[in-house]
């Protein structure tokens, strides 16, 4: 018999199971608790509760680790390239030179988007935020490619169209925004220097692709790429669970991506610093205001649910920031304001006890400022780059025999029956 937890409840005591995973985490498996007890388990925003096992990734928040199959991240942000590491992700193994070039040519093959699509764009109001945009634009993917997904090498096919086409689509929308002409995919060009050129590339402006920046949206994408059962991934296993297409269910990950509490928080970050920065006021009092209960403030691109230690994501972009606009020649003063407030943070007991540190969102935006992106498309960049995650994470709960249709249960707390008042004799 496995080990086991007793619960001891009306008089009698029940033995529920231990499961332990490969890197000796420990759960309940409470499976059975409603059926045996009558009893469910309460865990408002899920922070003890695991959804699912899953082989994809592996996060030590205590320790700040994180690996995609197994392989640590700073890995993979050192030799690999983010298809390489979008391969791993969804297919589960590093390819060989021959999936590689296969991977890389179904991602070229399906890199332009159906013509029609740019009517959808022109009809969104100048303003749109381009998250809504995206999440909308996926989602009517479906009726352009309204193919089943039934066999494998057509999940193939929808896969790496989404992920090639979700780039394209993403610099389209910015270029219509603009008013610009639309710049088309590139065979010669790799994934990240394509959608660069795709953003920047003009008729009377050629853009030369510096490959200090490409090789910097590389890194980028994939730090970004996966993160266990985060927000918006959790929606795209929800959403996927009532069976519905796998656009539709990347188009709610992406919508959830777009709070400030969640993706949305390499926008706010950049927001929060310029903010500081005109006010002329000193750090400390921005710090002290994030420690007022009182005060809907906090300090955007700090603390994490899982992270209890400094995001290893952030140690690499904090690094990365240096080294490109170093290498670019340029200097960007909220990076420097981004360092000041962090060290002022981290001295500070309030965050010292709640073991708040920069998370992935801290220090993106200046990486991204210095690709030239506009910052309502910070999270745009995010999005991309979990795609292959939430991918992988659809993938493989379509994939699991034991994988069913997601519907948590509640505590009602509502009034008791009572009968319907007539609208006359109401007061
Ligand atoms: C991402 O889950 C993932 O993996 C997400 C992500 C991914 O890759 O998918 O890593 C990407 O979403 C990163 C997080 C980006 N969000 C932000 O940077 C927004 C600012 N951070 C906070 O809002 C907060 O830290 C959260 C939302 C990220 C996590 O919050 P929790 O786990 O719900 O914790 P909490 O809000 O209950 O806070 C616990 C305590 C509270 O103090 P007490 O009431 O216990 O005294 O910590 C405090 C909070 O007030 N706190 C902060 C703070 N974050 C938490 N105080 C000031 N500033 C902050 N940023």
Redesign the pocket.
């Known amino acids: 018999m496995s080990e086991t937890a007793k619960l001891t409840y009306a008089g009698q005591t029940y033995e529920l199971p231990i499961i332990e995973g490969s890197e000796g985490e420990r759960a309940v498996d409470i499976s059975r608790l409603r059926a045996d007890t009558g009893l469910i388990t309460l865990d408002i925003?899920y922070?003890n509760t695991g959804s699912c096992t899953s082989t994809i990734t592996f996060?030590n928040g205590e320790e700040g680790i994180l690996r995609y199959r197994g392989i640590p991240v700073e890995q993979l942000a050192e030799h690999s390239s983010f298809v390489e590491t979008a391969y791993l992700l969804i297919h589960g193994e590093l390819p060989n030179q021959k999936e590689l070039n296969r991977f890389s040519i179904l991602l070229n093959d399906a890199s332009l988007v159906h013509e029609d699509l740019k009517i959808f764009y022109s009809n969104f109001p100048r303003l749109s935020h381009p998250m809504g945009i995206l999440s909308s634009m996926v989602n009517a993917l479906r009726s352009f490619y309204p193919e089943l997904q039934t066999l494998e090498e057509e999940i193939d096919m929808t896969v790496t169209r989404l992920l090639s086409k979700v780039r394209t689509m993403a610099a389209m929308s910015y270029k219509m925004s603009r008013g610009h002409t639309v710049v088309y995919p590139r065979p010669d060009l790799s994934y990240c220097a394509n959608f660069l050129n795709m953003m920047f590339d003009s008729p009377v402006r050629p853009y030369e692709v510096d490959d200090v920046l490409a090789e910097a949206l590389n890194i980028f994408w994939i730090l970004?790429a996966d993160?266990?059962?985060?927000?918006?991934?959790s929606a795209v296993r929800m959403v996927g669970s009532g069976r519905v297409n796998l656009y539709a269910a990347i188009s709610a990950g992406i919508a959830a991506?777009w709070g400030?509490?969640?993706?949305?928080?390499?926008q706010?970050?950049v927001e929060m610093l310029q903010d500081i920065d005109a006010s002329g006021r000193g750090f400390q009092h921005y710090v002290d205001r994030?420690?007022d209960?009182n005060d809907p403030?906090?300090?955007?691109?700090?603390?994490?649910?899982?992270?209890k230690a400094y995001?290893p994501?952030a140690k690499i972009i904090k690094a990365m920031c240096d080294r490109v606009l170093a290498k670019l020649k340029i200097s960007d003063p909220l990076l420097d304001l981004a360092k000041e407030l962090e060290a002022v943070a981290l001295k500070d007991a309030?965050?010292i006890d709640?073991n708040?540190y920069p998370?992935?969102?801290?220090y993106s935006g200046i990486i991204l400022r210095a690709m030239g992106i506009p910052t309502n498309m910070f999270t745009v960049m995010?999005a991309i780059g979990?795609l292959p995650g939430w991918i992988a994470q659809w993938k493989e709960s379509m994939d699991d025999p034991n994988w069913r249709l997601c519907r948590p249960r509640q505590i009602y707390t509502g009034p008791r029956e009572t009968n319907y008042v007539p609208i006359e004799e109401r007061p």
């Open positions: 925003g922070g996060m970004h993160h266990e059962q985060n927000c918006s991934t991506l400030p509490l969640h993706g949305g928080a390499n706010s970050v994030a420690k209960r403030f906090r300090l955007m691109g700090f603390g994490h649910r899982v992270y995001d994501r309030y965050f709640h708040l998370n992935v969102d801290f995010f979990r």
